[in-house]
């Protein structure tokens, strides 16, 4: 990728400061990430990543020994930070918007994108990893896939754009969004 589309975008052509890739486990935001954030010639920055580096522990294991509540306090806090510097794309993990209010208490200047995948492509995506997903334990990960995703679509679709990860590869979906920025950026959202 790059060439021609990376060529038309520049840090004066694109009309907001950060990009924010929302939605379920298994949806591409961590690989998708990346990927665009190299295309855009800015920074990446995995939520859960950042976390595990600040807390020296995973994120399953202060799920298992902390509960779900402490985790989610320590992801508030680190995406705050996160949240404030230009240039970048951040890569929450799944839960981390559904907090009433959460989205659209985002920052000016940041454009927040809804990575779309079913909840069997997620569980599929995760079981491919090798990835543990404290969330999905249990007999039955597909059912509890879409109880999370039925419970969690309402956050996910406060996000400015909707990008279909369903059959497309990152690289397709990095396409789909570079060309979505260089045909109709989003509204100016810099502050």
């Given amino acids: 990728m790059g060439g021609a589309l990376r060529d ?3 840090a004066s052509s694109v009309p907001f400061a950060r990009i924010l890739l929302v939605g379920f486990m298994g949806s591409g935001k961590s690989t998708v990430g990346p990927l665009l954030a190299s295309q855009l010639g800015w920074q990446h920055v995995d939520l859960d990543e950042e976390i595990e580096r600040r807390t020296g522990r995973s994120v399953p294991s202060i799920f298992r020994e902390d509960g779900e509540p402490a985790f989610r306090a320590i992801e508030e806090q680190v995406a705050r930070e996160l949240l404030g510097p230009e240039e970048v794309v951040v890569s929450p993990g799944g839960g981390w918007p559904c907090r009433d209010g959460r989205m659209e208490a985002l920052s000016p200047g940041t454009l927040s994108i809804w990575l779309v995948v079913s909840p069997e492509r997620a569980v599929e995506r995760a079981k491919r990893h090798g990835a543990e997903r404290p969330l999905l334990a249990g007999e ?8 999370l995703l039925a419970a969690r679509e309402r956050y996910y679709g406060v996000a400015h754009w909707r990008v279909d990860t369903e059959a497309r590869s990152p690289e397709e979906v990095v396409r789909v969004v570079i060309e979505r920025l260089t045909q109709e950026p989003a509204r100016p959202l810099r502050a």
Wanted: aromatic share 0%; no cysteine.
């Fill in 8 to 10: 038309s975008l520049n």
């Fill in 140 to 147: 039955d990960p597909v059912a509890r896939a879409r109880e």
